[in-house]
T-cell receptor
Framework: DTGVSQDPRHKITKRGQNVTFRCDPI?????LYWYRQTLGQGPEFLTY????????KSRLLSDRFSAERPKGSFSTLEIQRTEQGDSAMYLC????????????FGSGTRLTVV | GQSLEQPSEVTAVEGAIVQINCTYQ??????LSWYQQHDGGAPTFLSY????GLEETGRFSSFLSRSDSYGYLLLQELQMKDSASYFC????????????FGQGTELSVKP
């Protein structure tokens, strides 16, 4: 297994456009998390899945954000009608159960909204 | 809720020892984790302390005192490649156990 993969690595989009990011977790991991990180800050939780079930969505997340993990494997994060404030690094991580022995993060998708 | 505090930046020289502190406030506690992140890279897991005391992994050690709601990451024999951001994290036990991260400490190692 090559770890957690995220695609694309970089995305530049115009304000108002929709974007979708993909995350492929470690295959044995049943939990998948999405975090957002801005410069000089720690990762901020967005949502997570256990298998295909989305168990929690951050109150900070507006209705423009939606995530899926249709077969309990890869996940997608979609942002509709992007705003400049959405510019950030979007990180995906996976873990076995609650991840007592750590999350494995992907390298992230850097989104720039112009 | 949960909150974590750690210094925003620390500077040290090659070969030295540096300690990065983390204090936390949680409604329930289930361990303190540390992650390292190089510029432009993914956070990588370093250590996890569920019980009081010191855990050593090579040049890195992590300490926890649950009674003081305090932990630290100790880096010995600093190398230039240790220049990175270091995050402490705790579990949000109220809602599924996801990790909540601190703001991070940027470590600069000088020659």
């Amino acid at each position: 297994d090559t770890g957690v993969s995220q695609d694309p690595r970089h995305k530049i989009t115009k304000r108002g456009q929709n974007v979708t990011f993909r995350c492929d977790p470690i295959s044995e991991h049943n939990r998948l998390y999405w975090y957002r990180q801005t410069l000089g800050q720690g990762p901020e939780f967005l949502t997570y899945f256990q298998n295909e079930a989305q168990l929690e969505k951050s109150r900070l997340l507006s209705d423009r954000f939606s995530a899926e993990r249709p077969k309990g494997s890869f996940s997608t994060l979609e942002i509709q009608r992007t705003e400049q404030g959405d510019s950030a690094m979007y990180l995906c991580a996976s873990s076995l159960d609650q991840g007592s022995y750590g999350y494995t993060f992907g390298s992230g998708t850097r989104l720039t909204v112009v | 809720g949960q909150s974590l505090e750690q210094p925003s930046e620390v500077t040290a020289v090659e070969g030295a020892i540096v300690q990065i502190n983390c204090t936390y406030q949680t409604s329930g506690f289930y361990g303190l984790s540390w992650y390292q992140q190089h510029d432009g890279g993914a956070p990588t897991f370093l250590s996890y302390n569920a019980l009081d005391g010191l855990e050593e992994t090579g040049r890195f050690s992590s300490f926890l005192s649950r009674s003081d709601s305090y932990g630290y990451l100790l880096l010995q024999e600093l190398q230039m490649k240790d220049s990175a951001s270091y995050f402490c994290a705790v579990r949000d036990l109220e809602r599924g156990g996801k990790l909540i991260f601190g703001q991070g400490t940027e470590l600069s190692v000088k020659p």
